[in-house]
Nanobody, 116 residues
């Protein structure tokens, strides 16, 4: 069955870094655009970063540009989110998303908390 399993979340101090991973299975990973979204308490889910199926193009939410980097390894069926210079406002549950024009899959999320 389709699975997207996020890992790498946790508690980090402001200014610190974390690397999230999302391991995919049950579908042809290389054909899917991959994205990271996040949702903070009381807020709507927002796009953090996206990457095309072959990794040739990326896009980022305005609040994370210059601090976060999305990448993928199609051989490992994994997408990553490197998060640097973390701020308290980055605190949220981070979700992995896989999408084509026919399918849309979500992971269960991983909590990122930025606090001193």
């Amino acid at each position: 069955q389709v699975q997207l399993v996020e890992s790498g979340g946790g508690l980090v101090q402001p200014g610190g870094s974390l690397r999230l991973s999302c391991a995919a299975s049950g579908f042809t990973f290389s054909r899917y655009a991959m994205s990271w979204y996040r949702q903070a308490p009381g807020k709507e889910r927002e796009l953090v970063a996206g990457i095309t199926s072959v990794g040739g193009s990326t896009n980022y939410g305005d609040s994370v540009k210059g601090r976060f980097t999305i990448s993928r390894d199609n051989a490992k069926k994994t997408v990553y989110l490197q998060m640097n210079s973390l701020k308290p406002e980055d605190t949220a549950v981070y979700y992995c998303n896989a999408r084509t024009q026919w399918n849309d899959y979500w992971g269960q999320g991983t909590q990122v908390t930025v606090s001193s």
